[in-house]
């Protein structure tokens, strides 16, 4: 009888504690959509006034002068502020988890989510107004036809991002330098934006449907935050090209590994380490592939970690949010099931994005009219992508990112040879 009762009164426990993480989940969802949202109207209203009457040759990059040009109406400066939203929203989204992890009783990751949060608003207010003083003036009159084209190529860049969980940034900076022959600097500033649209967008659906691990998600954004931070250093003295060479090494040898296992569908063998276990890393997701819920163990925490940061390092200074990284840790060294892995990447690359973010918006880099056809399309996809994702199997998922991670590797090898 009183095993009973206690079994009972565990069943209920257990039940409350999964009310107050799926509550959480929901609350952090509705902040990645209402962001999305909010942005993406902004941006719109801006162009549209923007194609209408034309607007000013210069842009604001500051919020001093974002809050001037917005009260006098003037276009830029409207697109600016969609785009300041959209940056801002994974910021507001680390926020929120703080409150929702306070709600499940668990201190210790109020104090890791707290931990990322300070990160963040470092780089963003302190490190920014600091490393974002040398300002470029890129004057720039471009054509409907030009936000046409960037608005239809930044839609198939977010469905693989999305899918995949690389979040177009690394299709976005190839295609605006070569096809459309812009600035560098310019093409990293857009694919900032967006790798943080991609993963606001997809990542509201990937959170409430709980594909995404937030706990893995949360320990892991201290190393890509920081990672991010020195990136964003290193691009102001640093000759990347050196950098794209060894990045598309290590990424061709990766492919590897991954290419003996493209059937499987769920790692074999793992068990927590104990890290996993220490930080409550194990969790489930829904697979309808497998025809219901699906239990994992998370392995190698450390080697992970140092990956990550790694990611991070090269998101900051490449401006490619890393996305094919943060995957290959989570999937080779950690051993998450690969939908799993694509989405909490996704869920990281938007605060990896937005830790550099600030240095780049107060450089002038990210400048307004490239980066919102940019910003639109992506969203646009990575929602497209995140109902597509829940379809496919891991496997599957696998298949789609071997290729493209060869792909990648290859284009970096090529532009770090062809720029040296």
């Known amino acids: 009888m009183t095993a009973s009762l206690e079994e009972t009164a ?9 009310a107050l993480v799926r509550q959480a989940e929901v609350a952090i969802s509705n902040v990645l959509r209402g ?25 604001p990059h500051s919020l001093p002068a974002v809050a001037q040009s917005v009260l006098h109406g003037d276009p830029l400066g409207i697109i600016v502020l969609g785009l300041l939203v959209l940056l801002l929203t994974p910021v507001l989204r680390v926020a929120v988890s703080i409150f929702a992890f306070a709600a499940e009783g668990d201190r210790r990751y109020v104090a890791i989510t707290t931990l990322v949060l300070v990160i963040l608003l470092i780089s963003i207010i302190a490190l920014g107004a600091v490393f974002g003083g040398h300002v470029k003036t890129v004057t720039l009159t471009p054509s409907f036809g030009f936000f046409v084209l960037v608005f239809l190529a930044a839609i198939v860049a977010g469905l693989v991002g999305a899918l995949v969980g690389l979040g177009g940034g690394i299709f976005v900076v190839p295609l605006l330098t070569i096809a459309f022959g812009l600035p560098i600097d ?54 990347p090209n050196l950098l794209f060479i060894i990045f598309g090494l290590v990424l061709l040898f990766s492919a590897a590994p991954l290419i003996t296992k493209l059937g499987e569908e769920l790692p074999q063998g793992v068990t927590n380490d104990r890290w996993a276990d220490r930080l409550a890393l194990a969790s489930t997701y829904p697979d309808a592939q497998q025809g219901g819920q699906v239990t994992y163990q998370v392995t190698h925490v450390p080697q992970g970690f140092s990956m990550m940061y790694i990611a991070g390092l090269i998101s900051g200074l490449l401006g490619i949010g890393s996305g094919t990284f943060k995957v290959l840790a989570m999937d080779t060294a950690m051993r998450l099931p690969m939908k799993v892995s694509s989405t909490t990447s996704n869920f990281m690359i938007g605060v990896t994005a937005a830790a550099s973010a600030g240095i780049y918006f107060q450089r002038g880099d990210i400048h307004p009219l490239v980066a919102a056809p940019v910003a639109l399309g992506v969203l646009i996809s990575a929602l497209i992508g995140a109902q597509t994702l829940a379809k496919l199997s891991n496997s599957t ?15 970096m090898l090529i532009r770090g040879f062809v720029h040296g």
């Open 35 to 59: 962001g999305v949202l909010l942005s993406a109207a902004i941006i719109v209203l801006g162009l549209i006034l923007h194609l209408a009457r034309g607007g000013p040759a210069a842009f």
């Open 186 to 239: 310019v093409a990293i500033g857009a694919s900032i934006v967006s790798v943080i649209a991609t993963s606001s967008g997809a990542a509201a659906a990937y959170v409430k449907d709980h594909l995404t691990n937030l706990r893995v998600g949360m320990f892991l954004e201290i190393a890509t935050t920081i990672g991010a931070i020195s990136g964003a250093f290193l691009a102001v003295v640093l000759a």
């Open 397 to 411: 998922v696998r298949k789609i990112f071997v290729p493209i991670l060869i792909a990648i590797a290859v284009e």
């Open 10 to 18: 565990f069943t209920a426990e257990s039940r409350h504690n999964d």
